[in-house]
């Protein structure tokens, strides 16, 4: 193969390794939250679908509502925090895809 196609392979791999990686990421990606009292914790996939909730026995001394509350809010900050890994993981795929300098072959320049 010439330079130029051995070039075009690469970057094509690397963009294809770094799809990958993202994929691979965006799995791993969870979301987690405990309130300051420690009544409510909470883990959130990188969709922030609820995973897990665990609930601490002095719970009871709460309303139901007070508590339904209590873990939508832990819900939502938990989702905020997947979504901050999420963002990340999308900004290391993003900088996989900047192209090349103006004037360069592959990133060298001629």
Known sequence: MSAEMDALVAQATEKLEALEAALFGL???RGRF???D???SV???SD???????????????TPADVGQLIIWACQQAATDAGRQRSEVVATLNSAFVPP????VAGRAE
Do not use: M, N, W, Y
């Open 48 to 62: 922030g679908a609820l995973i897990d909730l665990a609930l601490a026995e002095s719970v009871s001394g709460h």
């Open 101 to 104: 300098a103006a004037g360069s």
């Open 38 to 40: 420690g009544l409510v």
């Open 34 to 36: 405990t309130s300051d």
């Open 27 to 29: 799995k791993q990606v």
């Open 43 to 45: 883990e959130v996939d």
